[in-house]
């Protein structure tokens, strides 16, 4: 299966990074997305994350320029009619991704790989919303992508190996790595990674310690780059939560229930970085 033309639905921080990775291995890229300025702000935030790879003599000025022409956008999802890989990453609702695939899969051709980089929901039941379970999969980049080396693959129950085979053939091209899990709620990576945030936010709640001994017990304690607050920041707090919530109507045990305080948070639109308030204040 050659795949030459990639389609990425959604262009907010995991459809930028996904679309400026693709463009540098040396695919064709459609970013597409609903809203105009989203598609502009992309555009922007690939040059420069490309401008950055170029400063620290990770690529050179030929392949950052070459990457940025690759990529062109659209706000018409049937122009994404013609790739041979589509990778939906739009925001982490069950409702609106359904309603993407209903509108694109007329328009794909039978042989168009379908993929989602969910974060935690269902692909089997993602791909019962479209013409082609068996050729459709859960494609997971880790956030910013193009630093992260991870990227999981989620096999629905109908998955063929072809559609798998193909997508680890891509990880491979792409210069990461893939790790393959099976189709539980939020997989492996959020299956763990979520409740320890998700823990780090009742140990704020409950007064155990402040935003900056948390991330620092956490940061200093045991080597993670970054504390589980400032993470969750830098992922979104909505997402975050909307994570927390599949693991526990997926999996109904207590032990997922969303901290009372991040509910709180996401109802006061204060989302992380992208808000510019989350547990930290960016303002
Ligand atoms: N694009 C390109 N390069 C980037 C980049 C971007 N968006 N962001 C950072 N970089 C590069 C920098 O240029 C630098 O490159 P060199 O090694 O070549 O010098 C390198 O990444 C490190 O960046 P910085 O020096 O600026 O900053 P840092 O050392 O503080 O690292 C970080 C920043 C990579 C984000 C680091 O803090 C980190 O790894 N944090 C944890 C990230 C994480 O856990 N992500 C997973 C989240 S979970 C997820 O995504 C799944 C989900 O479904 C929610």
């Not at 993407?100 to 989602?116: A, K, R």
């Not at 939560?241 to 709180?264: E, F, Q, S, W």
Request: net charge negative; with cysteine; glycine share 8%.
């Amino acid at each position: 299966m050659d795949i030459k033309t990639v389609g990425v639905v959604g262009a907010g921080q995991m459809g930028n990074g996904i679309a400026h990775v693709f463009a540098l291995a040396g695919y064709e890229v459609i970013l597409n997305d609903i809203d105009r300025a989203t598609l502009d702000n992309a555009l922007k935030l690939i040059d420069a994350n490309l401008k950055r790879q170029v400063s620290r003599d990770r690529i050179t000025e030929e392949t950052a320029k070459a990457a940025m022409d690759r990529i062109s956008t659209t706000m018409t999802l049937s122009d994404l009619g013609k790739t041979d890989l589509v990778i939906e990453a739009a925001t982490e609702r069950e409702a609106v991704k359904s309603a993407i695939f209903e509108e694109l899969v007329p328009h794909l051709g039978p042989d168009t790989i379908l993929t989602s980089n969910t974060s935690s929901i269902s692909i089997t039941r993602l791909a019962s919303r479209t013409d082609r379970p068996e050729k459709f999969m859960g494609f997971h980049f880790m956030n910013p992508v193009p630093v992260m080396q991870l990227v999981e693959l989620i096999r629905g129950i109908a998955t063929d190996e072809k559609t798998y085979n193909a997508m680890k053939t891509v990880v491979d091209r792409l210069g990461k790595t893939s790790a393959t899990a099976e189709d539980f709620p939020a997989f492996i990576v959020n299956r763990i990674l979520m409740p320890m945030i998700n823990e780090a936010v009742y140990t704020l709640y409950e007064g155990v310690g402040s935003v900056q001994s948390i991330d620092q017990a956490m940061k200093l304690g045991t080597n993670h780059p970054m504390g589980p607050l400032e993470l969750a920041d830098f992922i979104g707090l909505d997402t975050c939560l909307a994570i927390m919530n599949v693991l526990h109507d997926g999996l109904a045990d207590t032990k997922y229930r969303p901290c009372p305080l991040l509910t709180k948070y996401v109802e006061a639109g204060w989302l992380g970085r992208k808000t510019d308030r989350g547990f930290y204040d960016y303002r």
